[in-house]
């Protein structure tokens, strides 16, 4: 079955530094793969899309990569703030239904000043 | 812009009660808005996709007649949870597409609705 994976354990880094997150998912071959923030008790944030004949992509502090042959994308965050602190959750789709997502559990960040 | 909201923010009934949540695309038209379920330490779980002017469509386990959805306008979708059960706890999540030609559709979460049932 379709599996999606995200550092289970929280990452906590100092405030400055570039914070990676890591989706790796088995048993798919998603056309486009999205980025979401969601804070506590609120619903997720689009932040990202990434196709899957992309190699990289950029929104000010943001970049994804996407490697369909590792079958993996990394979420990076430069010069990190506290207020990056969230959950991040990887979502992937395929060319045939790209609104029908599947979701990883994401991976808790704490960014300390 | 894509901006979605939902209420009530948090509801609390009794056991056997039915409760309706609100979606609202509020600067966008969403012919089509997605209804999930979130449990604690859990990912999100696609209940149904809700098209405007037409029937839902239900994900495989979630039952049609408990779930009511309705999407009677281009910015209004309704979920109605009826006959509530404390198994029925959990934070409800919508989300509409913002269809842009020549883009990849997007969804856009509202804030989501903390459902406790006594």
């Known amino acids: 079955s379709q599996k999606i994976e995200q550092n289970s354990e929280a990452l906590n880094i100092q405030e400055g530094k570039t914070a990676t997150l890591t989706c790796n998912y088995t048993?798919?071959?998603?056309?486009?793969l999205q980025w979401y923030r969601q804070d506590p008790g609120r619903g997720p944030v689009f932040l990202l899309l990434i196709r899957e004949n992309e190699k990289e992509k950029r929104k000010e502090r943001l970049k994804v990569t996407f490697d369909t042959t590792l079958k993996q994308s990394l979420f990076h965050i430069t010069a990190s703030q506290p207020a990056d602190s969230a959950t991040y959750l990887c979502a992937l789709s395929n060319a045939g239904n790209n609104r029908k997502l599947i979701w990883g559990l994401g991976t808790s960040l704490a960014v300390n000043p | 812009g894509a901006v979605v909201s939902q209420h009530p923010s948090w509801v609390i009934c009794k056991s056997g009660t039915s409760v309706k949540i609100e979606c609202r695309s509020l600067?966008?038209?969403?012919?089509?808005m997605f209804w999930y379920r979130q449990f604690p330490k859990q990912s999100l779980m696609l209940m149904a996709t809700?098209?405007?002017?037409?029937?839902?469509?239900?994900e495989q386990g979630v039952e049609k007649d408990k779930f009511l959805i309705n999407h009677a306008s281009l910015t209004l979708s309704t979920l109605t949870v009826t006959s509530a059960h404390p198994e029925d706890s959990s934070f409800y999540i919508c989300?509409?597409?913002?269809?842009?030609?020549?883009?990849?559709?997007?969804?856009?979460f509202g804030p989501g609705t903390r459902l406790t049932v006594l």
């Open positions: 600067d966008f038209q969403a012919t089509t």
């Open positions: 989300s509409a597409i913002w269809y842009r030609a020549g883009e990849t559709d997007t969804q856009y």
């Open positions: 809700s098209n405007e002017g037409s029937k839902a469509t239900y």
């Open positions: 048993n798919y071959s998603p056309a486009y």
